[in-house]
């Protein structure tokens, strides 16, 4: 007797769209050459008080996005934001009823030693609408070596460590026995790279443990306006 089958799909129903990209060395540098002169100043500026980062070891820095030296960066970042918003109308199938414009709304850097963390937390903006960014221009080697979430040498019994220094994004509540259940992960581990980029809403919860050892994680986060334009091109 032949085997009955049928056609089918599986719909996948998404809980929130994140966006990567690998930041060119030319920007990396340039964003490099203007924290390495800004950590010498002796009036740059804690952006400590407006972030949960518990960074003991190191310090969170106010970055001045109309800087000369940060003008490929602060436009990438905008271009990178209208297309994140262009994509999801897109998947979503939600086509917006008037344009948006995004423009940045204030830039940092993080500069993390070995004991610094972040506990969960999300970001917020001028406007209902928002989407943040991180990216890393600095990296010690001891969390480039460990393992990638995800391959089959990753886990985290036993002390491994191997999430050190990584950034989890959160988007709902996860439990030993999901698999079981037939439940999708509701959270996923990003290790860290030199020039790696995460854009995401700015809703979107995410933590970033501690690592141990030698040398800087430097962080470059942003948050961004995303502006409702009227036809005659007042924004609100």
Request: charged share 20%; aromatic share 10%.
């Amino acid at each position: 007797m032949p085997e009955v089958r049928q056609e089918y799909k599986m719909h996948a129903l998404p809980a929130v769209f994140l966006m990567e990209a690998m930041l060119s060395d030319e920007i990396v540098n340039d964003l490099n050459d203007y924290l390495d002169d800004l950590l010498n100043q002796e009036n740059r500026v804690s952006h400590a008080g407006t972030l949960v980062g518990q960074i003991g070891n190191g310090e969170q820095l106010t970055m001045d996005h109309n800087h000369p030296k940060l003008g490929k960066f602060n436009e990438l970042i905008q271009i990178m934001g209208a297309d994140y918003v262009k994509n999801f109308a897109g998947s979503t199938v939600n086509p917006f009823k008037e344009n948006r414009l995004v423009e940045t709304d204030e830039l940092w850097s993080v500069h993390s030693y070995a004991g610094d963390y972040n506990p969960i937390h999300d970001h917020g903006t001028k406007t209902l609408m928002g989407i943040s960014c991180t990216c890393w221009t600095k990296v010690p080697q001891q969390i480039i070596d460990q393992p990638t979430s995800g391959t089959s040498e990753y886990g985290l019994y036993n002390s491994s460590g191997h999430s050190d220094g990584c950034i989890t994004f959160s988007y709902g509540q996860g439990s030993l026995m999901d698999t079981e259940r037939l439940r999708p992960p509701q959270m996923v581990i990003m290790k860290p790279e030199v020039g790696k980029f995460f854009m995401f809403p700015s809703w979107l919860q995410h933590m970033v443990y501690p690592f141990q050892g030698d040398g800087e994680r430097r962080t470059v986060a942003a948050n961004l306006n995303v502006w409702r334009v009227a036809d005659d091109g007042t924004k609100h």
